[in-house]
């Protein structure tokens, strides 16, 4: 008889622990499983292109090519007159800029906090390699 009593008194403890765990799910909308839960996924035409750095064709148009070799070699021009011991390559030899650097799509270059690109070359290539680095600030043409 004992062992009757544990064992009903087991089942109404179950019972009533099964009983409070449903009462307080009551109200709640059930969870769905995480393997059924969807989201929504807009269609591929709708997603948002993946964000690309510009390209000197898009800041500068389809001939960025001849503006920078314009840009370029008036800037080392003016570079120049402006301090005679700085000496570059392509002014110097009366040459294409073409002759020391090429400018394409692989062209060394950053946007300034202005937006203009900022080409590089390095060092040795349009002057001596002693005076490093350079750089030329391409203001847009279309602002």
């Known amino acids: ?22 009462t307080a799910a009551q109200g709640e909308e059930p969870e769905q499983p995480a ?14 292109a993946e964000q690309t750095d510009p390209t000197l ?20 021009g003016n570079r120049m007159e402006k301090d005679p011991e700085v000496r570059y390559f392509p002014i110097e ?25 900022v080409i590089y070359f390095p060092a040795g290539t349009v002057t001596d390699a002693a005076n490093g680095e350079q750089s030329f600030r391409i203001p847009k043409l279309y602002q």
């Open 1 to 22: 008889m004992k062992k009757n009593y544990l064992q009903i008194i087991a089942i109404l403890l179950c019972m009533i622990f099964l009983t409070a765990c449903g």
């Open 35 to 48: 393997a059924t839960q969807t989201e929504e996924v807009p269609p591929a035409e709708e997603a948002p």
């Open 57 to 76: 064709e898009d800041l500068l148009g389809e001939d960025y090519v001849d503006y920078l070799t314009e840009t370029i070699t008036m800037q080392m």
């Open 93 to 117: 030899d009366d040459a294409p800029l073409s002759d020391y650097v090429t400018i394409d799509e692989t062209t060394k270059f950053e946007v300034d906090e202005e937006g203009d690109p």
